[in-house]
């Protein structure tokens, strides 16, 4: 079957950074997306990898291990208003998103 | 309109009704689908429309029908509601089905007593 796992919650102090695994078992592979998603909110994009290597946008960076079926969001700087849920997506064989059921990110200041 | 829409916004539905939550997007995007999200699950693929005029199964088709006679409005409708169909459910587009981002409404959270 198809897989993603990420941890359930992480707890992080304003200012500080904080990186968020995500690793996956799928059929295909054609890309790995991040989502942000507050609370009560709809999903926005963050992300998009599909060669290995690190991503950089601002305080958000995106890294992938396609050969480890693994990646990481790492937010630096952490604001308040960075609590919220982080999704990480994979596209498979069939373009078919496969969904993680998200990672709950709460900062403390 | 900008971006993407749904509606309504919230709902309680008996179960054995019919309803059709509606989804309208003006990015004239090509791609559309159907989410729903529960507690402690990923966000899990209902249907999916490629192209106005087709429309495909997600992982999650059973007990709810799509169509998309536009390049606008992708509604989905449940012939007759049952409580498992109670969940937070997000329209999303995207300008091709694949490895563009996808853009989503708000969502409508449904409720079936």
């Known amino acids: 079957g198809q897989n993603i796992d990420q941890p359930t919650e992480m707890t992080a102090t304003e200012g500080a950074i904080v990186q968020i695994n995500c690793t996956y078992q799928?059929?295909?592979?054609?890309?790995l997306f991040w989502y942000q998603q507050h609370a009560g909110e709809a999903p926005t994009f963050l992300s998009y990898?599909?060669l290995d290597g690190l991503e950089e946008k601002g305080r958000f960076s995106s890294f992938l291990s396609r050969s480890k079926g693994y990646s990481y969001l790492l937010l630096k700087e952490l604001q308040m208003k960075d609590s919220a849920s982080y999704l990480c997506?994979?596209?498979?064989?069939?373009?078919?998103?496969?969904w993680g059921a998200g990672t709950k990110l709460i900062i403390k200041p | 309109i900008a971006g993407i829409t749904q509606a309504p916004t919230s709902q309680i539905l008996a179960a054995g009704r019919r309803m059709t939550l509606r989804c309208t997007q003006d990015?004239?995007?090509?791609?559309m689908y159907w989410y729903r999200q529960d507690l402690g699950l990923g966000l899990r693929l209902i249907h999916y429309?490629?192209?106005?005029?087709?429309?495909g199964k997600g992982e999650v088709p059973d007990g709810y029908s799509v169509s998309r006679a536009n390049t606008d409005d992708f509604p989905l409708t449940l012939a007759s509601a049952v409580p498992s169909q109670t969940s937070v459910y997000f329209c999303?587009?995207?300008?091709?089905?694949?490895?563009?981002?996808?853009?989503f409404g708000p969502g409508t959270r449904l409720t079936v007593l």
């Open positions: 997506a994979v596209l498979d064989s069939n373009y078919q998103l496969i």
């Open positions: 799928t059929s295909g592979f054609n890309g």
């Open positions: 999303a587009s995207s300008d091709s089905r694949g490895h563009n981002e996808q853009f």
């Open positions: 990898n599909v």
């Open positions: 429309s490629n192209t106005a005029g087709t429309t």
């Open positions: 990015m004239r995007h090509n791609a």
